[in-house]
């Protein structure tokens, strides 16, 4: 099995930049992808970057890109995710997700396709 753990949360003004971190532990050999969702109040949780860790292919949701920038660090096997430009709808729960099952393009942006969640942390913009 694969954990984990989450940090970097916070509040921020708009415009504002922030940094999450994501540090895998366990079976990290049989990751295929790390992905970030978020979960605003009274909405469902949304798809916001993923990346590939072997090949380091990215992914953005059309809300996040030019602003949001997903990498990794596969010998410390964490997943950053640099947030620059935020704004007050970016306020949300930020939940790292990781997948030990193999990924297409076609499902690394859904939930299904990830086995191991983070526990979240709160991101909050102000205006």
């Known amino acids: 099995q694969v954990q984990l753990v989450e940090s970097g949360g916070g509040l921020v003004q708009a415009g504002g930049s922030l940094r999450l971190s994501c540090a895998a532990s366990?079976?990290?050999?049989?990751?295929?992808?790390m992905g970030w969702f978020r979960q605003a109040p009274g909405k469902e949780r949304e798809f916001v970057a993923a990346?590939?860790?072997?090949?380091?292919?990215?992914y953005y949701a059309d809300s996040v890109k030019g602003r949001f920038t997903i990498s990794r660090d596969n010998a410390k096997n964490t997943v950053y995710l640099q947030m620059n430009s935020l704004k007050p709808e970016d306020t949300a729960v930020y939940y790292c997700?990781?997948?030990?099952?193999?990924?297409?393009?076609?499902?690394?942006?859904?939930?299904?396709?990830?086995?191991?969640w983070g526990q979240g942390t709160q991101v909050t913009v102000s205006s």
């Open positions: 366990g079976r990290t050999f049989m990751m295929y992808a």
């Open positions: 990346i590939s860790w072997s090949r380091g292919s990215t």
């Open positions: 997700a990781a997948s030990v099952k193999p990924t297409t393009i076609a499902t690394i942006t859904y939930e299904f396709t990830y086995t191991t």
